[in-house]
């Protein structure tokens, strides 16, 4: 029918560092775009261990996410709860007006693209 024809697909994006990100840059024309990060900035994470020979460089590493891609997307600062086939539940962070509270987010499709972390490598007493 008529209004459902012309609706774009909801495309929900976990995670605003270069996964996440991309696929906002890729899907924004043809879908409505939504980007859920805890935080409101990206960090380059590759680049932190300059930190440690060049301090000053720290504004460099950093970069506002949310407030700058809110024309490709309507963008979100809150957890990720529970994934569900068709939504996902979110929690509010702490210092935003949606402190401690739960919402649901419907989607017609998902990408998580949240990072990963690696343990701290330790050498053994051999080592």
Sequence with gaps: ?????????VVVVVGASFA??????ALH??????????????????GVLRLLVEPQTFPCLIAPTLRAWRREARCVQASVA???PDKMVLEGVAGTPEEGKTWELP???????????YPTLKPTRSE
């Design 1 to 9: 029918g008529g209004k459902d024809a012309a609706r774009r697909p």
């Design 20 to 25: 996440g990100l991309a696929c906002v840059r």
């Design 29 to 46: 024309r043809d879908c409505e775009v939504v980007l859920v990060d805890r935080r409101q900035f990206f960090e380059y994470t590759p």
């Design 82 to 84: 529970r994934v569900d």
């Design 107 to 117: 989607f017609d499709f998902a990408v998580v693209g949240s990072g990963s972390t």
